[in-house]
T-cell receptor, first 111, second 114 residues
Framework: GEDVEQSLFLSVREGDSSVINCTYT??????LYWYKQEPGAGLQLLTY?????DMKQDQRLTVLLNKKDKHLSLRIADTQTGDSAIYFC???????????FGGGTRVLVKP | DAEITQSPRHKITETGRQVTLACHQT?????MFWYRQDLGHGLRLIHY???????NKGEVSDGYSVSRSNTEDLPLTLESAASSQTSVYFC?????????????FGSGTRLTVV
């Protein structure tokens, strides 16, 4: 079956880098996503990566994928207080198909 | 502009009552999904539909039902509300074989069962 796991909580100082980790079990996962949810708000897509890639960079965000270990990470450079939120990783087998989400990592950025 | 809307935004209901949450999208997307969000569990899939008259169970479908009579709407019904169904519910839509980043999410419905 499908299973996506994340650590629950991460605390980081403003200006430092944050690294949020995610593991998944299904080797047929084709697309892997990172979503952000601010308090009381809906989901905002941050970035995604295809399973045949091992890295993707988008401004302050770097996604690393280790397909062999089924491990995904999101690095946020120069973390700001506005980055305080819950971050979800998710996977799908095909574009547009159902998404399976991890439990979410709550990131707290301290001044 | 195309959008996806959920209603109501907040609802309080009593145990045992039937409740229907609405989801309406004007993206003309084939696919629609219902998720519930609970602390520590992330978003879990309740039901989903890949087209009109198509419905499928997700990982937490017990006590919920959906029907898809047109492209725009996927209402979620709680047959007999239970306190364990107190949660925040999100609806989403996407296009089959569409853009990888083409998922749209509603703003959520906060349901409290007392």
């Amino acid at each position: 079956g499908e299973d996506v796991e994340q650590s629950l909580f991460l605390s980081v100082r403003e200006g430092d880098s944050s690294v949020i980790n995610c593991t998944y079990t299904d080797s047929s996962s084709t697309y892997l996503y990172w979503y952000k949810q601010e308090p009381g708000a809906g989901l905002q897509l941050l970035t995604y990566i295809f399973s045949n890639m091992d890295m993707k960079q988008d401004q302050r965000l770097t996604v690393l994928l280790n397909k062999k270990d089924k491990h995904l990470s999101l690095r946020i450079a120069d973390t700001q207080t506005g980055d305080s939120a819950i971050y979800f990783c998710a996977e799908s087998k095909a574009a547009g198909n159902k998404l399976t989400f991890g439990g979410g990592t709550r990131v707290l950025v301290k001044p | 502009d195309a959008e996806i809307t959920q209603s109501p935004r907040h609802k309080i209901t009593e145990t045992g009552r039937q409740v229907t949450l609405a989801c309406h999208q004007t993206w003309n997307h084939n696919n629609m999904f219902w998720y519930r969000q609970d602390l520590g569990h992330g978003l879990r899939l309740i039901h989903y539909s890949y087209g009109v008259h198509d419905t499928n169970k997700g990982e937490v479908s017990d006590g919920y039902s959906v029907s898809r009579s047109n492209t725009e709407d996927l209402p979620l019904t709680l047959e007999s509300a239970a306190s364990s169904q107190t949660s925040v519910y999100f609806c989403a839509s996407s296009e089959s074989q569409g853009p990888v980043d083409g998922y749209t999410f509603g703003s959520g419905t906060r349901l409290t069962v007392v």
